[in-house]
């Protein structure tokens, strides 16, 4: 299996701060690397593929980069709305593995 | 709109077979590329992938439960259903069923949307 490493598990940020989730696969993954965002009692919901390309609808604060092992997550402002956990997940080989998540709390 | 339903005991005890329902619209199971997922989350933990199904009928199993779990598709009925053999507290988890969208001409997939998920509780 690939193992899908997040970093941090836990974040404090204020509303309007710029943050940065890191996602980091045990192999190369290519650019196979997608972004869900879950918040309390709900399913995830999809963000990204392909590392940075955004759903439709997704606000344009959301970005994601990277290729081979490194991936980031940055959200560019903060808005209240943007609390929650966000997990990657490989999409290069099956098992389609998951990182253990970032959840991103109000400071 | 694309929409999906787990459906399955909410309680099993140890050592029982859970077989849960996903019953979708919106998509056809037999469209090239299209799969349907599997994905459980324990109380409070992480995400963690089980099983999927393509059009084909091709299925992918998770490793660790390979030889627990069992994943079909009713393409009449809009229906995939996941079969985890001597279930055991430490399975007690929100089971999603999820569709898998590929982007044409690629391997990029993703699962989206997502159904509401189901709590199921192992205990005696």
């Known amino acids: 299996d690939i193992q899908m490493t997040q970093s941090p598990s836990s974040l404090s940020a204020s509303v309007g701060d710029r943050v940065t989730i890191t996602c980091r696969a045990s192999?190369?993954?290519?650019?196979?690397l997608n972004w869900y965002q879950q918040k309390p009692g709900k399913a995830p919901k999809f963000l990204i593929y392909a590392a940075s390309s955004l759903q439709s609808g997704v606000p344009s604060r959301f970005s994601g980069s990277g290729s081979g092992t490194d991936f980031t997550l940055t959200i560019s402002s903060l808005q209240p709305e943007d609390f929650a956990t966000y997990y990657c997940?490989?999409?290069?080989?099956?098992?389609?593995?998951f990182g253990q998540g970032t959840k991103l709390e109000i400071k | 709109q694309i929409t999906l339903k787990e459906s399955g005991p909410t309680l099993v005890k140890p050592t029982q077979t859970l077989t849960l329902t996903c019953t979708f619209s919106?998509?056809?199971?037999?469209?090239?590329?299209?799969?349907v997922g599997w994905i459980r989350q324990p109380p409070g933990k992480a995400l963690e992938w089980l099983a999927l199904i393509y059009w084909d009928d091709d299925k992918r199993y998770s490793p660790s439960l390979r030889s627990r779990l069992t994943i079909t598709k009713d393409t009449s009925k809009n229906q995939v259903v996941l079969t985890l053999t001597n279930m055991d507290p430490v399975d007690t988890a929100t089971y999603y069923c999820?569709?898998?969208?590929?982007?044409?001409?690629?391997?990029?997939?993703?699962?989206?949307?997502w159904g509401q998920g189901t709590l199921v509780t192992v205990s005696s």
């Open positions: 919106g998509f056809s199971l037999t469209s090239s590329g299209v799969g």
């Open positions: 997940q490989q999409s290069y080989d099956t098992p389609y593995t």
């Open positions: 999820a569709h898998r969208r590929v982007l044409t001409g690629t391997y990029f997939n993703w699962f989206d949307p």
């Open positions: 192999q190369s993954i290519s650019s196979h």
